[in-house]
C-alpha cells in the first residue's frame, strides 16, 4: 500500500492538501493516532499502520527532526493496536463474536471506551514514554 501511494502520488497529494508547516507535533501526533485507530477499527491494523505511517512521517518531516519522526512512527503503531471497536478489528474480537456469546454491541461498548482511552493515553504519555526507551537503546 505504501508503495501504491507512492506510485500514484497520492502521498505527496495528501502531504501538500495539509498545512503542516502551521501544525504542532503534539497535534500531528494526535491526527495520526486518531486516524490509525479509526482505520483499524474497521480494516486491519496493520494495512491502517501501513498507511499512516508513511503519510505522517511526510506530514510531520518538515517540523520535527528524526528523533521524533521514530516516535511518531512508535505511537503510531502502538494506537493501531487500541483500535477494537468492532467484531472485525482483531482476531479475538471476531473469535468472540464468531462463539455466539458476545454480541456487536456487546462489543462495541467495551471497544469504543477502550480505543478513546488507550488513545489519549499513547497521545498524553507516548512521546515521553517512546522517547524514553529510544534514547536508552541508542
Known amino acids: 500500500l505504501g508503495t501504491g501511494l507512492q506510485l500514484t502520488e497520492l502521498d505527496a497529494w495528501l502531504v501538500d492538501a495539509i498545512p503542516s508547516e502551521d501544525m ?10 486518531c486516524v490509525v485507530v479509526g482505520l483499524g477499527t ?5 494495512v491502517a499502520t501501513t498507511i499512516v ?7 510531520a518531516h518538515g517540523v520535527v527532526g528524526n528523533t521524533e519522526l521514530q516516535i ?14 468492532l467484531p472485525i478489528s482483531t482476531p479475538p474480537n471476531a473469535i468472540a463474536y464468531g462463539s455466539g456469546l458476545v454480541s ?3 462489543i462495541m461498548a467495551i471497544g469504543v471506551i477502550t480505543s478513546i482511552i488507550g488513545t489519549i493515553l499513547i ?8 522517547g524514553f526507551f529510544l534514547r536508552l537503546m541508542l
Open 24 to 33: 504542532s507535533y503534539w497535534l500531528i501526533v494526535a491526527i495520526c493516532c
Open 42 to 46: 474497521v480494516m486491519s491494523h496493520t
Open 53 to 59: 505511517v508513511p503519510l505522517g512521517i511526510a506530514v
Open 72 to 85: 511518531l512512527a512508535v505511537m503510531i503503531a502502538v494506537a493501531s493496536s487500541y483500535a477494537v471497536g
Open 104 to 106: 456487536t454491541r456487546d
Open 123 to 130: 497521545i498524553a504519555t507516548g512521546p515521553a514514554v517512546v
